[in-house]
């Protein structure tokens, strides 16, 4: 184990558990041991399992099917002194053991852990240690657990025995025995009172302990016995055998996953492909805004506000913030004004929604409290929204947690007037000619005021893709990368240890790829080149999809498949006009609720949908109804909370049973139909009943309002509906599949979970079977069929559809020049003929291995 090496930073302290992932997959990136992109896979593992072994010890990993973004084993440790929450149980993490594990080298080191876990002194001195070789050593060392450590050796456990009843097993795990697979091991176990023994070599564990498992350091090929005593040790065993079995055959195709997509990412003729510059230091966040840029590294953290709290009297205080609100209400109102009045409706929707933030009934209450208790307005107000952005800030649900930037910037524009700063400009003005800005998290204020003639790009150690940082980052065109992780701050800690890396300076060159979320600081000098030359490309690319992207996706034998964008506003919808689109297939709805602290009003609705509607100038909108349910906890809606929020009420079911939120939507969308061809959408559809109230309700609707009829669609994301096309057809307009969904539901498979994740696959035959079905229900009564899920912004996947007969394919705007191209390199025939062996096949990645049967774009 010795070979293994090990990355070390001590004394870091990240914000929460995300950071401390992020920290560590760095360390393994910057290393060489690992792609940056399977960071991503790292934070993916946490969102569908919790790593922490216990005693202070997590133990992120990446996903199976990532393993091909696995350079060579290492580790990487974060040393976190003051702990980091881990999870939802408030267990703190003091020692993050990220591993990168290219074959089963690793299960020597999950067995060390687990010895080191039974030395609770070692383990409290690792995490305070100064000294990065002590920690090595401990992970490195072949001793005992209490050797890697000086004294306080572990207590001693009595041995464990074979029990007389037993089996031999081989285990077929390609990586060994790891965590995911153990923890499976133990609960199978754990339904059994029979005591159940794992031996391995020389050492035996008890089966219901993942700790004890792991400790065996069983590899791939290990030959093991099974043993039990009880009353119920047969079955014990039977069952254990099977899961071992069973979890064998995944573990398997999980690798023969990995693998092809290996395989597929050589083989890509993307201008980026795998490319991996050399460069000091690589920082992966999530991709905000596409581009690739190179640039000189700014810090653009604006100057910290100073607040004392002086009290002089109530009335005083009160008109104080009085005035101070009015400001930041006047210089909002004048953003939001020039921002429109320059053609920008992303940046001033932003503004005007921050009116709105203004009036946050529970600040201003907690304001005049604190007040009242002879606090000064700064201070109160400072405090009041502190508490109320760190509650947004917490929020389960990323698009709601998002929204905490934009309290924050309210916030501080208010307390700038509080203090008699209210006319500070908060961008930083002296930027070079081609910035890359750095920030915490840049504020919607400084982002919308940036000069795209000197700023190249940004990014940030916090933040995500649907905060309006990065919304406004897309509209101004700017490549932007988010959640990197707090080492690209100034105070940001490199690596202890034989490489520590320095903290990121300003004036350093960088490369920024936005379409892969990565920041290059420090690039070689080849890397420089290979990057113009690749910005060269695909500079050439884009003009070329420019040239054609509003030629017709006609096959060459002469069938035309109508392509939509996927939008919400009004200016994304010109957009995506401008990129090839001929109309909105999807225009999502909910985010009218997720971006404000009330339930829009029909006038509210009224003038996003008009809006859009004018916009795509007499092309076609489908606008699909709110879409929400228990999954995402919205406050103002005052939604119940459900224990399986998926099969519980959403879209549909939802809208059925709260007129409020239905009737308002309706009569709003019935009046934007005034001003363009707009159809409407009802999500979340599994029988006729639920159909044929909704007709009544939009009819009841209709009747008030003396208004035309418009077309109504649904989507079809249950198998139900899939099998019932041909009822439900005759019922509405058209259908419009999210094979998002459809996928998950059909599958059986939630999106997320740690060991059914890879079966989640749209090009699965069951889900394609469902779509043709789908397609010939609708064929008997002539209705359209579209596609807006994920599947029709791939390219294979666009192919297959097409081939199915679908009719319309709405993707992202990005997605439509790629597609478009694709469809018009090949005939309907050869795309049917593709379909169908699609049909025939067993698994997806029989399906995905069709592709190679397309052309690429230097063959057409």
């Known amino acids: 184990m010795s070979t293994i ?31 940056p992109a399977y960071v991503d896979s790292l934070l993916q593992r946490e969102k569908v399992a919790n790593t922490f072994l216990g005693e202070g010890l997590a133990i992120p990993h990446g996903m199976v099917e990532d393993k091909h973004l696995v350079r060579r084993t290492g580790l990487a440790v974060l040393q976190v002194p003051g702990g980091v929450r881990w999870g939802d149980d408030a267990k703190q993490a003091h020692l993050v053991v990220a591993i990168a594990a290219a074959s089963d080298e690793h299960i020597q080191v999950l067995r060390r852990l687990t010895r080191l876990m039974r030395d609770g002194a070692l383990m409290q001195r690792l995490a305070t240690t100064t000294d990065a070789h002590e920690i090595v050593r401990a992970l490195t060392s072949d001793g005992p657990a209490a050797a890697a450590g000086g004294a306080g050796g572990a207590a001693s456990t009595p041995a464990l025995e074979d029990f007389p009843l037993g089996r031999e097993v081989s285990l077929n795990y390609p990586n060994g025995l790891h965590a995911r697979p153990a923890g499976e091991w133990a609960r199978v176990a754990g339904r059994f009172g029979a005591r159940v023994h794992v031996r391995c070599g020389d050492t035996v564990a008890d089966a219901k302990s993942v700790a004890a498992l792991l400790g065996l350091g069983a590899g791939r090929g290990a030959q093991l016995r099974l043993s039990a005593q009880g009353s119920d040790a047969a079955a014990a065993l039977s069952t254990l055998n099977a899961t071992i079995q069973r979890l064998g055959e995944e573990e398997s195709r999980q690798a023969e996953l990995s693998a092809a997509r290996q395989a597929q990412a050589q083989g890509l003729g993307s201008e980026l492909g795998d490319w991996q510059p050399t460069a000091r230091h690589t920082f992966t966040g999530i991709a905000a805004s596409p581009g690739l840029v190179v640039g000189t590294l700014v810090q653009a953290e604006g100057v910290a506000l100073e ?16 005035r101070a609100l009015a400001a930041a209400l006047a210089q909002l109102q004048q953003l939001a004004g020039d921002a429109e009045a320059a053609g920008r409706a992303e940046q001033a929707a932003i503004f005007t929604a921050h009116q709105a933030l203004l009036q946050d009934a529970g600040v201003l209450q907690a304001v005049s409290r604190s007040v009242v208790q002879r606090h000064g307005a700064a201070w109160s107000w400072r405090h009041a929204m502190a508490e109320r952005v760190a509650a947004q800030r917490a929020l389960p649900d990323a698009t709601l947690a998002a929204r905490a930037a934009d309290l924050q910037d309210v916030g501080e524009r208010v307390l700038r007037h509080l203090l008699g700063r209210g006319d500070e400009d908060a961008a930083v003005p002296a930027w070079p000619q081609d910035a890359i800005l750095l920030a915490d998290d840049l504020s919607p204020s400084v982002t919308a005021q940036i000069d795209t003639s000197r700023v190249r790009g940004f990014c940030t150690a916090r933040g995500g893709p649907t905060a309006h940082t990065a919304i406004l980052a897309r509209a101004l065109g700017l490549p932007a990368v988010v959640a990197a992780g707090p080492g690209v701050l100034p105070s940001g800690q490199g690596p202890a240890g034989g490489d520590a890396a320095a903290p990121v300076l300003a004036g350093a060159v960088a490369i920024l790829d936005g379409y892969r979320g990565r920041l290059y600081v420090g690039p070689s000098e080849t890397a420089l080149i290979e990057a113009r030359e690749r910005m060269e490309r695909l500079a050439r690319r884009q003009e070329e999809e420019a040239r054609t992207r509003q030629q017709p996706a006609t096959t060459t034998d002469g069938h035309t498949v109508e392509i939509a964008a996927n939008a919400n506003r009004a200016d994304q919808a010109v957009k995506a006009l401008q990129a090839g689109a001929e109309g909105v297939g999807l225009m999502r709805t909910e985010f009218l609720f997720l971006e404000r602290d009330t339930v829009p009003d029909e006038d509210d609705q009224y003038e996003v949908y008009r809006a859009m509607a004018e916009a795509l100038q007499g092309k076609p909108l489908v606008v699909r109804t709110l879409d929400i349910g228990g999954d995402k906890q919205v406050p103002h809606l005052d939604l119940p909370v459900e224990e399986n929020p998926f099969l519980g009420v959403r879209g549909a079911r939802l ?12 009569r709003a969308l019935y009046r934007a139909a005034r001003h363009g061809p707009l159809q409407v959408m009802f999500p ?35 198998p139900s509906a899939a099998l019932i096309a041909d009822r439900l057809a005759a019922h509405v307009d058209f259908f419009s599949i999210g094979t998002n969904d459809l996928t998950q539901y059909t599958l059986a498979v ?24 789908t397609v010939a229900g609708a064929r008997q009564h002539c209705r359209w069929v579209g596609v807006c899920g994920g599947l029709a912004g791939e390219p294979l996947g666009a192919a297959l559809l097409v081939g199915l007969g679908v009719d319309e394919l709405s993707m992202s705007t990005g997605d439509i020049g790629t597609v478009k191209a694709l469809l018009r390199r090949h005939s309907l025939a050869e795309l049917q003929a593709l379909a169908r062996r699609a049909l025939q096949v067993d698994t997806a990645d029989e399906v995905r291995a069709l592709g190679a049967e397309l052309r690429p774009a230097s063959a057409a």
């Open 684 to 718: 979340m559809i599994s029988t006729v009943e639920e159909v044929l109230a909704l007709r009544r309700r939009m009819e009841a609707v209709r009747a008030e309002l003396n208004a035309p009829a418009v077309p109504v669609g649904i989507m079809i994301e249950v």
């Open 655 to 666: 809208a059925l049973r709260r007129d409020d939120l239905m009737v308002p939507q309706l």
């Open 5 to 35: 090496p090990v990355e070390v930073r001590l004394g870091a302290s990240p914000h929460n558990r995300e950071d401390a992932v992020r920290a560590a997959g760095a360390l393994l990136a910057q290393a060489g041991h690992i792609q």
């Open 307 to 322: 607040v004392d709290d002086r009290f002089t009297t109530i009335a005083a205080e009160a008109a104080q913030l009085d």
């Open 750 to 773: 939630d999106r997320q979970h740690p060991e059914l994740a890879g079966m989640a696959d749209s090009l699965h035959p069951a889900v394609l079977r469902l779509i043709e079905r």
